[in-house]
């Protein structure tokens, strides 16, 4: 597809710029994968898909940009993003999530969308639609040159901190009792329970890892935006859903995967598309995630049945 | 007993909705603005209500038909001459035609039917969180095309000059329209099939309900309703593309969830409850005397509250504050039983 696209405007994608927009695409699809992470992390142990997640990225910008409009060191900007986050996906467990763990997944969706509009409307009244800048970090937006192309220092970091950060995930989840807590929770709440995992002690700690990657998120997404406002993330986090569907939720590589790839889609086709179409691209993605959903409901990277749903 | 308890369940939701009305004709001109809000509001929810309530899949698809009846009622009821000012690049034939009131609602409502329709053939066969995220998509795509397709509308421009022909009365009139569609909908065998595949998909399959066809039916009749609250609202206000997505989306959705998804009766308390709720914060907005007791509230508080009441309904009382009944005499309940 590549090929065909870089040929069609040969004369605007020379063969760097066409590694560029890779490197670009990959990195974009590195910070998708890491939202996709957070919400298939909290998916699976819990049931619950977190519509809230890209409120956590906005809420970690907006500390990030308060602390560059202080002139704040960086590393006091990035602690002050974490320690937001974190604090506010521990209030949300307890708050919301934990009391409608025995809810339909329905009713779960729609709370989450009413704390996404919660924060979000408190965003709006705290700082105004205009919002915040943040830019202590924006030096790594210029290029350096790896072999022979342009390159975003951001694009790199991206993509080394998400391959650190899954890596991280992985050792967590199959080498350490709480990781296999976790995985047993995703398998079967019930049996897990029985078998003496702490319920509460699994959620807090996936609400965590999700809420740090949602900081690392909020710090990756704001050097490249660097104007916060109270809808900061939230096209992201609706792309990322969708991704997240379309990978398939019933295992946390695939819904990985599926926020990797509708990053990197939308990355290809954003550097690609000649201005005029590209106003067009929301749809064009829409329109991809609703056709592999006809094809494959549960997932384009699942085998069998998912175990969401029963009919 | 059973024509006496259908009847009230009918007649409760339409007294409310009248009784809005009556009281919209007494208060001062401010006020009635909020209660044709109401009104529209009313049908709007009664509308998701149809296909939502009866077959217990969420959609967050269908302010898109709600967009898709501004359009359809917006484009054809501005005056030929007024149209080149805000809509330069229309078809030739929506350039030239203009309908009247009345006429303009019906092609609302034919255009979310059919629109509804066609993305309900494939979409129906999904369900659980895959027909949620489709139905999603479907929101994303036409609300970037109604943006920058400036061939069927205004693009980014609000609709200007379209007659205000939505008051009182026509937004009662709606409202009772699309209730009484709403019962008669549920009431009906295609309706009882429906609700049936809700609290049981198994056993309603193994009497011979094909869900598909069902969820279909509903989600065009649902799409019809709400392209017809669509064109109400345009007659109403002035509004463009940013009015009809997400927010749109999200405060229909917590009005059913908060009177309770599950019954008619819960569509109309929830809508007029929220709605008298939003009216109120408004007015707290722009500064409220309430007994020598001034509040004053800041810009932007209605929808932190009404998020967080949405979200404490939830947590506190998830089937709604009807519990998603319908609504019923106490005493004609018990004969019934008997």
Request: some cysteine; glycine content about 10%; overall charge positive.
């Given at each position: 597809?590549?090929?065909?696209?870089?040929?069609?405007?040969a004369s605007?994608?020379?063969d760097?710029?066409?590694k560029?927009?890779?490197?670009?695409?990959?990195?974009?699809g590195?910070?998708?994968?890491?939202?996709?992470?957070?919400?298939?992390?909290v998916f699976?142990?819990?049931?619950l898909?977190?519509?809230?997640?890209?409120?956590l990225?906005m809420?970690?910008?907006?500390?990030?940009?308060?602390?560059?409009?202080h002139?704040w060191?960086?590393?006091v900007?990035?602690?002050l993003?974490?320690?937001?986050?974190?604090?506010?996906?521990?209030a949300?467990?307890r708050v919301?999530?934990?009391?409608?763990?025995?809810?339909?997944?329905?009713v779960?969706?729609?709370?989450t969308?009413?704390?996404s509009?919660?924060l979000q409307?408190?965003?709006l009244?705290?700082?105004?639609?205009?919002?915040?800048t943040?830019?202590s970090?924006?030096?790594?937006?210029?290029p350096?040159t790896?072999?022979?192309a342009?390159v975003?220092?951001?694009?790199?970091?991206?993509?080394?901190?998400?391959?650190i950060c899954?890596?991280?995930?992985?050792?967590l989840?199959?080498?350490?009792?709480?990781?296999l807590h976790?995985?047993?929770?995703a398998?079967d709440p019930?049996?897990?329970?029985?078998?003496?995992?702490r319920?509460?002690?699994?959620?807090?700690?996936?609400?965590?890892?999700?809420?740090?990657?949602?900081?690392l998120?909020?710090?990756?997404?704001?050097?490249?935006y660097?104007?916060?406002?109270?809808t900061?993330a939230?096209q992201?986090?609706?792309?990322?859903?969708?991704?997240v569907?379309?990978?398939?939720?019933?295992?946390?590589v695939?819904a990985t995967?599926?926020g990797f790839?509708i990053?990197y889609a939308?990355g290809i086709l954003g550097?690609?598309?000649?201005s005029?179409?590209?106003q067009?691209?929301p749809?064009?993605?829409?329109?991809?995630?609703?056709?592999?959903?006809l094809?494959?409901?549960?997932?384009?990277?699942t085998r069998g049945?998912?175990?969401v749903?029963r009919? | 007993?059973r024509?006496r308890?259908?009847?009230?369940?009918?007649?409760a939701p339409?007294?409310?909705?009248?009784?809005?009305?009556l009281f919209g004709?007494v208060?001062?001109?401010?006020?009635?603005?909020?209660?044709v809000t109401?009104?529209?509001s009313?049908?709007t929810?009664?509308?998701?209500?149809?296909?939502v309530?009866?077959?217990?899949v969420?959609?967050?698809?269908?302010i898109?038909?709600f967009?898709?009846?501004?359009?359809?009622a917006g484009?054809l009821?501005?005056?030929v001459a007024?149209k080149?000012?805000t809509?330069?690049?229309l078809?030739?034939?929506?350039?030239?035609?203009?309908?009247?009131n009345v006429?303009s609602?019906?092609?609302?409502?034919?255009a979310?039917?059919?629109?509804?329709?066609?993305?309900g053939l494939?979409?129906?066969r999904?369900?659980?969180?895959?027909a949620?995220i489709?139905?999603?998509?479907?929101l994303?795509?036409?609300n970037?095309?109604?943006r920058?397709?400036?061939?069927?509308?205004p693009?980014?421009n609000t609709?200007?000059?379209?007659?205000?022909?939505?008051?009182?009365?026509?937004?009662?009139?709606?409202?009772?329209?699309?209730?009484?569609?709403a019962?008669?909908?549920?009431?009906?065998?295609?309706g009882?099939q429906l609700?049936?595949?809700?609290?049981?998909?198994?056993a309603?399959?193994?009497?011979g309900?094909s869900i598909?066809?069902?969820?279909?039916?509903?989600?065009?009749?649902?799409?019809l309703l709400?392209?017809f609250?669509?064109?109400?609202?345009?007659?109403?206000i002035?509004?463009?593309?940013?009015a009809?997505?997400l927010?749109?989306?999200?405060?229909?959705?917590?009005m059913?969830v908060?009177?309770?998804?599950?019954s008619?009766?819960?569509?109309v308390?929830?809508?007029?409850?929220?709605s008298?709720?939003?009216s109120?914060l408004?007015?707290?907005e722009a500064?409220?005397?309430?007994f020598?007791?001034?509040?004053?509230?800041p810009?932007?508080?209605?929808i932190?509250?009404?998020?967080a009441?949405?979200?404490?309904?939830?947590?506190?009382r998830?089937?709604?504050l009807?519990?998603?009944?319908?609504?019923?005499?106490?005493?004609v309940?018990?004969r019934?039983?008997?």
């Amino acid at each position: 597809m590549n090929t065909v696209l870089a040929g069609g405007f040969a004369s605007f994608a020379s063969d760097a710029l066409n590694k560029q927009v890779q490197v670009d695409a990959i990195g974009l699809g590195a910070v998708y994968a890491l939202m996709a992470v957070g919400i298939g992390l909290v998916f699976g142990v819990m049931r619950l898909v977190n519509f809230a997640y890209g409120q956590l990225v906005m809420a970690g910008a907006f500390a990030l940009a308060v602390a560059s409009g202080h002139g704040w060191p960086v590393g006091v900007g990035i602690a002050l993003c974490v320690v937001v986050v974190l604090a506010l996906s521990l209030a949300m467990e307890r708050v919301v999530f934990r009391p409608l763990r025995t809810q339909s997944a329905a009713v779960m969706l729609i709370a989450t969308f009413a704390v996404s509009f919660l924060l979000q409307s408190i965003a709006l009244l705290w700082f105004g639609p205009l919002g915040k800048t943040a830019t202590s970090l924006v030096a790594l937006n210029r290029p350096v040159t790896v072999l022979g192309a342009e390159v975003r220092k951001i694009s790199i970091v991206a993509i080394v901190a998400a391959a650190i950060c899954v890596a991280l995930l992985v050792l967590l989840l199959n080498r350490t009792s709480i990781g296999l807590h976790m995985r047993a929770t995703a398998m079967d709440p019930s049996t897990a329970r029985l078998l003496g995992v702490r319920a509460n002690m699994v959620s807090i700690v996936s609400v965590l890892i999700a809420g740090a990657l949602a900081a690392l998120v909020a710090v990756l997404l704001t050097v490249q935006y660097p104007t916060v406002t109270p809808t900061f993330a939230l096209q992201e986090t609706i792309l990322v859903l969708a991704g997240v569907v379309v990978g398939g939720m019933s295992r946390l590589v695939s819904a990985t995967l599926g926020g990797f790839l509708i990053g990197y889609a939308s990355g290809i086709l954003g550097g690609a598309l000649p201005s005029a179409q590209s106003q067009y691209l929301p749809s064009l993605l829409f329109g991809l995630v609703i056709l592999v959903l006809l094809v494959r409901p549960d997932g384009l990277f699942t085998r069998g049945r998912g175990l969401v749903e029963r009919v | 007993m059973r024509a006496r308890r259908a009847t009230v369940e009918l007649l409760a939701p339409a007294a409310l909705v009248v009784g809005a009305a009556l009281f919209g004709a007494v208060v001062s001109q401010t006020t009635e603005v909020y209660v044709v809000t109401a009104l529209i509001s009313v049908s709007t929810v009664v509308a998701l209500y149809v296909f939502v309530g009866n077959s217990g899949v969420l959609s967050f698809g269908h302010i898109s038909f709600f967009a898709v009846g501004v359009w359809a009622a917006g484009v054809l009821s501005v005056p030929v001459a007024e149209k080149p000012a805000t809509m330069p690049s229309l078809f030739h034939f929506l350039a030239t035609t203009t309908v009247g009131n009345v006429v303009s609602l019906v092609f609302a409502a034919v255009a979310g039917g059919v629109y509804a329709l066609l993305v309900g053939l494939p979409l129906m066969r999904l369900s659980g969180l895959a027909a949620g995220i489709a139905t999603f998509a479907v929101l994303g795509i036409t609300n970037n095309v109604l943006r920058y397709y400036e061939k069927i509308g205004p693009g980014l421009n609000t609709f200007s000059s379209v007659p205000e022909t939505t008051g009182l009365l026509q937004a009662a009139v709606g409202a009772l329209i699309v209730i009484v569609a709403a019962f008669a909908y549920q009431r009906s065998r295609l309706g009882r099939q429906l609700r049936a595949a809700r609290e049981d998909p198994a056993a309603a399959r193994a009497v011979g309900v094909s869900i598909y066809r069902q969820r279909l039916w509903a989600f065009a009749l649902s799409g019809l309703l709400i392209g017809f609250a669509g064109g109400l609202y345009i007659h109403f206000i002035p509004i463009n593309v940013d009015a009809v997505y997400l927010d749109l989306t999200f405060i229909t959705l917590a009005m059913l969830v908060i009177g309770g998804s599950t019954s008619l009766w819960g569509a109309v308390v929830g809508a007029l409850f929220v709605s008298a709720l939003d009216s109120l914060l408004a007015e707290m907005e722009a500064g409220l005397n309430v007994f020598g007791l001034n509040i004053d509230l800041p810009e932007g508080s209605r929808i932190v509250v009404v998020s967080a009441i949405m979200a404490l309904v939830l947590i506190l009382r998830p089937s709604g504050l009807t519990r998603g009944r319908e609504f019923s005499l106490p005493r004609v309940v018990r004969r019934a039983e008997a």
